[in-house]
T-cell receptor, first 115, second 114 residues
Framework: QKEVEQNSGPLSVPEGAIASLNCTYS??????FFWYRQYSGKSPELIMS????GDKEDGRFTAQLNKASQYVSLLIRDSQPSDSATYLC???????????????FGSGTRLSIRP | DAGITQSPRYKITETGRQVTLMCHQT?????MFWYRQDLGHGLRLIYY???????DKGEVPDGYVVSRSKTENFPLTLESATRSQTSVYFC?????????????FGPGTRLTVL
């Protein structure tokens, strides 16, 4: 079982609709959760981080975390063509020197916003 | 104010040759990381460093060597390149190892081993 799992997609969403991206993780003690956006040929860039259960909103983006279900999601409202990218879910392992700061990435979900 | 840079951006080499990928950050971040990204595998950690002269293995360290004599530099060396090491390599840095800390990525190096 992969430590961080995402549906690879592609996920096709019409412009203006809500895009919903999902991620599950296996380490129940994980504390920090991140969503990165990666455009083709570019490096990942952080768009959201969440550390406690519930929702966290930032502009058109909402991250949702449910630690009991080991599930984190990203909602993108009013999807725009510029949102077309691969979205990487990342989970920070439980702390301890040997694993400190190591982030485990999912393989990403490719999102396509169609006009 | 360049942040984090990598060089070269593109490299073609032959099997068996030694290759060094450079990573430089201007933020004085304590932590630095090397990842490789391959289709279907996402980002996989090769090595990381918590400070100068402190390095540790990640998920896929075999065939790679790192050093960190200065805080700002974290070179990755492929001692004898193999075709399976054809990949896109990303360097990243973060200020600390705290659980809320963010990693910032360099632009990547696309390496092809023939």
């Amino acid at each position: 079982q992969k430590e961080v799992e995402q549906n690879s997609g592609p996920l096709s969403v019409p412009e203006g609709a809500i895009a919903s991206l999902n991620c599950t993780y296996s380490d129940r003690g994980s504390q920090s959760f991140f969503w990165y956006r990666q455009y083709s040929g570019k490096s990942p860039e952080l768009i959201m981080s969440i550390y406690s259960n519930g929702d966290k909103e930032d502009g058109r983006f909402t991250a949702q975390l449910n630690k009991a279900s080991q599930y984190v999601s990203l909602l993108i409202r009013d999807s725009q063509p510029s949102d077309s990218a691969t979205y990487l879910c990342a989970v920070r392992a439980t702390p301890g020197y040997s694993s400190a700061s190591k982030i485990i990435f999912g393989s990403g979900t490719r999102l396509s916003i169609r006009p | 104010d360049a942040g984090i840079t990598q060089s070269p951006r593109y490299k073609i080499t032959e099997t068996g040759r030694q290759v060094t990928l450079m990573c430089h950050q201007t933020w004085s971040h304590s932590y630095m990381f090397w990842y490789r990204q391959d289709l279907g595998h996402g980002l996989r950690l090769i090595y990381y460093s918590a400070a100068a002269d402190i390095t540790d293995k990640g998920e896929v360290p075999d065939g790679y060597v790192v050093s960190r004599s200065k805080t700002e530099n974290f070179p990755l060396t492929l001692e004898s390149a193999t075709r399976s090491q054809t990949s896109v390599y990303f360097c990243a840095s973060s200020e600390s190892g705290d659980s809320t800390d963010t990693q910032y990525f360099g632009p990547g190096t696309r390496l092809t081993v023939l």
